[in-house]
């Protein structure tokens, strides 16, 4: 779900092939060089290499406890998540006609996992992702989202991206048992360690596997190699499960179902309160938290729209994605289905560029990746046996491919790079993606400021830096106050 920079658009030349039919007219197949045969490949590539989410978001998000300790059901994630990318990329492709798929994103259901439910509920945490999503699709039909997207310096909106794919990396490393936290004892010199000191038992092996197998794959480019890593190292855990009888896997243990397809269970749809956060932390904490969800939710949409359409060769003559207005409202309803199923909010995926490589050129091929996520909602027993050490080498992989986003920072402008470098460090050194923008933001403003450059600076970002400052001061300045 990582973005990537657009490329030259292509021009597209129509083609006299294709039947004609109403399907054709409707989603334009032939007039933009396409086939039915390349949609149907398309939308098949774009699954098998987005389908990961559907083993990493209920680990991700099951794996978590929330303020009063409460996890979610991982087969009910599963049903949910399959749910929304299937529902929600089936309407982009009807009503956006481009080849974008969603499902739940990568980054966001990290905050959700890491620093909302530890503050309040799971219902009040995804009631915020269905505020974030009625927010976003709020500032499109205002217009404001562009206005936002450009008072973002382009370095700043890169390291955000860089700083959640080496946050996502250092989870992954954590929640495969790779890297643990050290106790806080004397003469202990560093916060985390390699392991328990060092490797020891299968399931570490089995992670390392893992992950080399699908940086080799990566490196080799071959499509799928994600999910192809997943299922092979899954099938690996299985035979070793049955010969050496592993003790713990953590969360997930690689057991063989009774069954291989069962009934969809919908019970975390309609499972959010949408203002309950209030009750639970600040006004404040709360502005700041919708505000981090829809700033990564930003970020990764435009960056995605405009790489895969640029890739198709679907821009307009002015550099525009078509029918770009449809497209952003679709995917902040995609935010607000993902809350409203617990499954956290749901976004485009640069992962469609591999349908778009097979030749999808139309909203036709989502009908393919759309029924393929329908079809998963009933093969929930094989998607719960996958243990975190076969999902967690994804984390890292997808790390990587965020990371990639550091080359175009141009590092010799210091009042530009030191800022993006504060955004990027912060987020993995204090676990908060929140805490990671804030700096970033903080760090630019003050630069500028006493560089004598304050006008370069968006008023929105003068506005978001004080709310960030206070933010981080809340703690002295309630002391001073008086009110601790």
Not at 309 to 331: H, K, M, Y
Request: glycine share 10%; hydrophobic share 55%.
């Amino acid at each position: 779900m990582h973005t990537s920079p657009a490329r030259p658009s292509r021009p597209v030349h129509a083609s006299r092939t294709g039947t004609g039919g109403p399907l054709d007219r409707f989603f334009r197949i032939s007039e933009r060089g396409s086939t039915y045969a390349r949609e149907i490949r398309g939308g098949f590539a774009t699954f098998f290499t987005m389908a990961y989410i559907l083993v990493l978001n209920p680990i991700i998000l099951g794996s978590a406890e929330d303020k009063f300790g409460e996890q979610l059901s991982i087969p009910q994630l599963a049903t949910a998540t399959a749910l929304v990318a299937a529902v929600m990329t089936l309407i982009m492709g009807v009503g956006g006609n481009l080849p974008l798929a969603l499902a739940a994103g990568l980054g966001i259901n990290v905050i959700v996992a890491v620093q909302i439910a530890p503050l309040m509920s799971w219902e009040d945490a995804m009631g915020l992702i269905v505020l974030e999503g009625l927010l976003i699709s709020l500032l499109v039909m205002t217009g404001l989202r562009e206005a936002v997207m450009h008072a973002i310096p382009q370095p700043l909106k890169q390291a955000i991206s860089v700083g959640i794919g080496l946050f996502i990396a250092f989870i992954g490393f954590v929640d495969a048992g790779f890297v643990t936290r050290i106790p806080d004892v004397a003469n202990t010199t560093v916060p985390v360690q390699l392991g328990t000191g060092t490797l020891t038992g299968w399931p570490i092996a089995i992670f390392c596997l893992g992950l080399l197998l699908t940086l080799v794959l990566l490196a080799r480019k071959i499509k799928g190699a994600i999910l192809i890593s997943i299922a092979l190292m899954t099938l690996l855990a299985v035979v070793v499960n049955e010969i050496a009888d592993i003790e713990s896997w953590g969360l997930t243990s690689p057991s063989l179902p009774d069954e291989i397809v069962a009934a969809p269970d919908f019970g975390l749809l309609g499972q959010f309160d949408l203002f309950g956060s209030f009750g639970q932390i600040s006004v404040l904490t709360v502005v700041l938290l919708v505000f981090t969800l829809i700033l990564s939710d930003f970020f990764d949409t435009m960056g995605t729209v405009v790489g895969v359409t640029s890739e198709a060769g679907l821009l307009d003559e002015r550099g525009q994605v078509p029918g770009l207005g449809r497209v952003l409202l679709i995917d902040g309803a995609a935010a607000v289905a993902g809350g409203a199923s617990s499954s956290s909010s749901a976004t485009t995926y640069i992962e469609s560029a591999a349908g778009v490589g097979e030749g999808a050129r139309t909203g036709f091929a989502n009908l393919v990746t759309g029924g393929m996520f329908a079809v998963a909602l009933f093969l929930t027993p094989l998607l719960t046996i996958v243990p975190l050490q076969a999902a967690s080498p994804a984390l890292v992989a997808v790390g990587f491919l965020m990371m990639t986003q550091v080359r175009h920072i141009d590092w010799e402008r210091y009042d530009l790079a030191i800022p993006a470098f504060v955004t990027i460090v912060v987020m993995p050194f204090t676990y908060s993606i929140t805490n990671g923008i804030g700096a970033g933001f903080v760090s630019y403003v003050i630069i500028k400021a006493c560089l004598g450059k304050a006008r370069e600076v968006h008023w929105l970002l003068w506005g978001t830096a004080a709310l960030f400052l206070v933010y981080f001061a809340i703690d002295p300045v309630e002391q001073l106050l008086g009110v601790k």
